[in-house]
């Protein structure tokens, strides 16, 4: 058996045991711990907002009546902006159970839909290693837990990608304006598409955020967002564990100003070189989408499964693979961390923040070195007849 045949093994063999050991730790560390047991979360603060407009109550406060008559586990205060109350209002007097399970179960069929988009466009980067790192990740345990939105987000995002790659900038414009109207931190991104030229669907985005942003104030009036605006992240949710933005991590160490600075900083610095550097499409997207979570004061750690794009869109060297599996680490380790050993506090935000800070260099060195491919460092895409593929050289 020559040498050649003898690393085909050893990497067959390193292959299926890191599958083995991504099956084990899904079931017991993610799947187990977030089956649904009943209980309602961030579910529970949007059907509460939404009674709470019917009772003729203002929908951005924690009306303890309300959330003990849906069953709530969490009487925190629904933070997303007016548009979201829309679809609240409508959904808010369904059997809270009934809708916990149901958008438990879209959910998942949501994300298959995702991995099943990104393997059209990538279909040599979705192997069945990734595919079980992706359905072990945080970002979708969390986020089925909770009964969070991030879902139908992450296809907008996909969708947006997808349309962005294939140069319709104007639908990829109108599916960014849903995804910034719902998260307004993820603005970042049409702004960046604009420094690089791609001004049709940063126009698009922008009439797309204006238009769902005027509907809430025809329905409900302007007390509406000045509620919203008062109850916008303090210090307490800032200090969060699973807030991986640079002003969390700065928070939970009593420096919040300092985390502000830094993110400000962030943000005119990446302005400057993508209007100097004119990086292509997708890597100021990938850029856009990783700055966007540093940057915003709350960033839930959950938002990475908007992030399925920029990971399935390249190939992962050992740097990548480190992002990736610090993005398998349970956010109620995190809390654990925070509430019973603080003298941990700043390894547990290499999890959240470093994750991303790493994220963000892997993907800005290249361009920042004038080279589109750095042997052992990073991956980044080319232009390609039939698409965008890997140079040599780097496969997983």
Known sequence: ????????????????????????????????????????????????????????????????????????????????????????????WIDPQVAFRSWYAITILLFLLALAMVYRAYPEHVTLLRVTWALSSVGLWATLRE???????????????????RDHPVPAGILIGILVAIKPNYAVWPVLLLLVGIWPATLAAGCVVSLLSLAPLYVYGTSVYTGWLNILPSGESLASPVNASLTGFATRFGMAPIGEIASAAL???????????????????????????LASPLSWLHYSVILLPVFFSRSWTPAWWACALLLLVPDYLLWYIQFHVPQWTWEAGIVSTGTLTLLLILLVRPVLLDRVHRPGVDAVLVEHPHGDVPLPGTAD
């Open 147 to 165: 009964g969070q939105l991030y879902m139908p987000l992450a296809l907008a995002t996909i969708g947006a990608w997808l349309l962005l790659r």
């Open 1 to 92: 058996m020559g040498r050649g045949s003898l690393k085909i093994n050893r990497a067959r063999i390193r292959t299926i045991l890191l599958f083995e050991a991504l099956v084990i730790y899904a079931f017991y560390f993610q799947v187990y711990p977030n089956l649904p047991r009943g209980q309602l979360l961030a579910l529970g603060t949007f059907l509460a907002s939404g009674r709470a407009i019917d009772m003729g109550l203002p929908p951005y406060g924690s009306h303890r009546e309300i959330y003990d008559a849906i069953g709530s586990n969490d009487y925190s205060p629904n933070l997303n902006p007016p548009v979201t109350l829309l679809l609240f209002q409508r959904i808010a």
């Open 267 to 293: 943000l005119l610095t990446l302005a400057w070189w993508t209007w100097r550097r004119r990086p292509d499409v997708l890597q100021v997207s990938s850029i856009a989408l990783v700055a966007s979570m």
